[in-house]
């Protein structure tokens, strides 16, 4: 009994003894401890850090819970120090160099906070020097033998161009300020755009004497920016040069785009050769349309090899639909004449509306093989509606005594000059007015003809009267309407209609 006596006083001072020490004081919150380390660093050479940097941090905290972290980039810590706060342990930071300067020397300071709200009152801190680094820039082109409905790379033009380039930047695209930009000499003042362009069109403003300023339109605006590039030679060669400037107000070397000449516009109207260069008698066409033009009393005039190549590249077509848009808008009448009418309608829809929503004239003159399609978002610009397609197992075709009746007063007949072993007659649009119907045969299978009694018309006008514009449409090519020798009447009607 005694012994059981004894060993429960003694557990009785033990537990008088825990109760006595958990009574004591609190012990106070403990801040956090924080850690930091650059993880990745792009160096640019000279023993200079680079200016994107990816670093990461962690907290100890040895009585409670890290719950985020603060950093800044001040220089000198205190009370006004301004903080920002983040829950993650890591970061890519692209760090800003002043603006005029090469290098500078950056300095952070990140603190763990813990779940009462305490700080690290020592943050951890890294400190490095930077060096800026130095942008680059090049022009860009479209690929040679490639679609023309894409655009070419022009050796000449009308003075409207497109020209397309991209920035190269160490420390971030976003890094890049400014494009500057010098027409023949980089001693001038340069045309200064914003860095988020990545093309422009130029527009000269005064086509009477040899030098003019440019309208530019950066990227895809409507309206020209502000200021304008000076010193565009006219019936000259032209090079545009570049440099990029960023943030930091580093330059790039200046870098010359593919050299230019510019011609200078002489006449209201534009005769476009839409044929292949080495299509047969390519060469006769422009003479043969000249000169009945010229008789018809419209001798003074401009011309556009439209497809011609050099070397598998298109040098007269403009780098985009666009741009041939307001090299067209140049002029007031387009009389155009071509060997495929899918190309034609394709690209004329694409460049010959803004012509015509302001009045203009256009005369298209292109053959239309059988694979062409009926009907086509394309044709919206012209009089037709839908192409007629001959009844299955037969052709239309066309012979050297068959001729076009004109169905308007004034207009000639004409007669084809050779056998044409596909027509496509045209049903039109509400508004518009046949201008000519053709003496269509109809050919079943090898041997067997007859007249066709249907639909006829392959030729028609369609004219607006709220914008003045007027498109005279002709699936048959106009050179091979001559076998009376009276195209030109045809030409001098026209001269009348159009108001040349």
């Not at 990816?54 to 409670?64: A, P, S, T, V, Y």
């Not at 829950?87 to 800003?96: A, P, V």
């Not at 971030?172 to 755009?193: H, M, Y």
């Not at 027509?423 to 007015?433: D, F």
Request: glycine share 8%; net charge neutral; with cysteine.
């Amino acid at each position: 009994m005694r012994l059981t006596y004894l060993l429960m006083l003694a557990l009785a001072g033990l537990l008088a003894g825990c109760a006595s020490d958990f009574n004591g004081d609190v012990s106070p919150n403990k801040p956090p401890v924080t850690r930091l380390t650059a993880d990745t660093i792009i160096l640019n050479g000279n023993d200079r850090l680079g200016t994107r940097l990816h670093l990461r941090w962690w907290g100890d905290d040895e009585d409670g819970l890290v719950t985020g972290y603060e950093f800044t980039f001040d220089s000198i810590l205190g009370p006004s120090t301004v903080w920002q706060f983040t829950t993650q342990n890591d970061s890519i930071f692209l760090l800003t160099i002043p603006a005029g300067v090469d290098t500078f020397n950056f300095r952070i300071a990140i603190r763990a906070v813990d779940n009462d709200g305490a700080r690290d009152p020592k943050p951890a801190t890294l400190g490095y020097p930077s060096r800026n680094a130095p942008p680059s820039v090049n022009f860009t082109y479209l690929p040679d033998n490639g679609n023309p409905l894409a655009g070419g790379n022009p050796k000449t033009s009308f003075p409207v161009i497109r020209y397309a380039w991209e920035a190269q930047d160490d420390d971030g695209l976003e890094n890049i300020g400014s494009f500057e930009f010098c027409l023949n000499d980089t001693t001038v003042a340069p045309l200064i755009i914003p860095g988020v362009q990545r093309s422009m069109i130029i527009q000269g403003n005064n086509l009477t004497g040899n030098t003019t300023d440019c309208n530019v339109f950066p990227g895809s605006f409507q309206i020209p920016f502000q200021d304008k590039l000076n010193g565009l030679k006219l019936n000259d060669s032209n090079t545009l040069y570049i440099r990029v400037v960023d943030l930091s107000l580093a330059k790039s070397k200046w870098v010359a785009a593919n050299t230019i000449y510019v011609r200078k516009p002489t006449s209201q109207v534009l005769l476009v050769n839409a044929y292949n260069n080495t299509a047969a008698g390519y060469g006769d066409l422009n003479t043969f349309y000249r000169q009945q033009l010229a008789t018809s009393g419209v001798s003074s005039l401009d011309t556009l090899n439209l497809l011609e190549k050099e070397g598998g590249r298109f040098v007269n077509l403009a780098a985009s639909n666009r741009t041939q848009s307001l090299i067209f808008s140049l002029f007031k009448t387009v009389i155009w004449y071509g060997q495929d009418a899918d190309f034609s309608l394709a690209y004329g829809t694409n460049t010959l509306t803004d012509l015509l929503n302001k009045g203009g004239k256009v005369l298209m003159s292109t053959f239309v093989s059988g694979a062409t399609s009926p009907k086509e978002q394309a044709y919206d610009f012209t009089p037709i509606d839908s192409l007629l397609t001959p009844p299955t197992g037969s052709t239309f075709i066309m012979v050297d005594t068959s001729t076009c009746q004109p169905l308007q007063n004034g207009w000639p007949q004409l007669q084809y000059s050779q056998f044409q072993p596909v027509v496509r007659p045209m049903k039109l649009i509400g508004g518009a007015q046949p201008l000519y119907n053709g003496r269509i045969i109809r050919r079943i299978g090898v041997a067997n003809f007859s007249a066709w009694t249907g639909p006829s018309c392959v030729m028609a006008i369609r004219a607006n009267a709220t914008t003045g514009s007027e498109i005279i449409f002709s699936t048959l090519e106009l050179h091979k309407l001559n076998n009376q020798n009276n195209i030109g009447q045809f030409f001098a009607k026209l001269k009348d209609e159009f108001g040349l």
